[in-house]
């Protein structure tokens, strides 16, 4: 089982990676293709942009999380607001876990007689409310300065039918749940660079520090609460080790 739980990951990661590659080639095609003639646009002419991100997390090695979407508004040339909203990921080193797995298991080892599932879902959301500050650039390219306060939740829970979770138990029922909330904040530099009328890509690295809060793990087992894993906190910095993200927007 551990075999096909790690190859089912594997697989996962290689897919996750393959589909990173195909986006990065998509960008790059467009900036070799876009016109001579681009150029940022003014905050007169164009107030919004609406963009998504392909993030990137080096905590732990380099692992691509799930994408987010980000709405700017440009006060001035100078001056922009942002609002980021993503599913999926805490912002910590782990990357790729599926949101719902499913396993069965068997009275006898070959996989014969009565069975047993674990049913695992989980669900996360970040949001990010932060301010930009863009210098001159040129005429193509605006570099920026931003600081962001980081919100985010996610949720865990496993279902065990005539099981243990890890094996078939006649008659066991129990459910685990649990959740987590994040907090913290994020300073970054990046940059626009546009391809076409009102079309741009850019990359943005950003340094951080965030706090996480689990909530007490509740065990029911057959209808009544059969125990706690406790609640805890954890914080970390990424200094040294940077978050960033691939970037594609439209402003208008």
């Not at 999926?88 to 068997?106: K, Q």
């Not at 210098?135 to 005539?162: I, R």
């Not at 029922?173 to 076409?196: E, K, M, P, R």
């Not at 793990?217 to 906190?233: F, L, Q, R």
Request: glycine share 14%; net charge negative.
């Amino acid at each position: 089982m551990k075999q096909l739980v790690d190859f089912q990951r594997k697989l996962a990661q290689t897919l996750k990676q393959t589909t990173m590659k195909k986006f990065m080639i998509f960008v790059s095609a467009l900036t070799l293709s876009g016109t001579m003639f681009a150029q940022k646009p003014a905050s007169d002419d164009a107030h919004y942009s609406l963009e998504g991100l392909a993030n990137l997390n080096t905590t732990d090695g380099m692992n691509w999380t799930a994408p987010s979407i980000r709405l700017r508004y440009f006060v001035n040339d100078n001056i922009a607001a942002r609002l980021q909203f993503g599913f999926g990921g805490d912002g910590t080193s782990v990357a790729g876990v599926p949101s719902t797995e499913s396993y069965t298991y068997f009275e006898n080892p070959d996989g014969t007689g009565a069975s047993g599932t674990q049913e695992i879902k989980r669900g996360a959301y970040n949001l990010q409310l932060g301010a930009e500050y863009h210098l001159k650039g040129t005429e193509k390219m605006s570099p920026y300065f931003a600081l962001g306060v980081n919100l985010g939740g996610g949720s865990y829970d496993e279902t065990w039918t005539n099981s243990d979770g890890t094996s078939y138990v006649n008659g066991l029922n129990a459910t685990v749940a649990g959740g987590y909330s994040t907090f913290g904040v994020s300073l970054g530099a990046g940059f626009d660079y546009y391809i076409a009328e009102n079309l741009y890509v850019g990359l943005e690295m950003n340094l951080s520090k965030s706090n996480v809060s689990y909530d007490a793990g509740v065990v029911t087992v057959g209808g009544v609460v059969a125990g706690y894993e406790p609640a805890y906190k954890e914080s970390y910095t990424n200094i040294g080790a940077a978050h960033g993200s691939v970037r594609i927007g439209w402003r208008f």
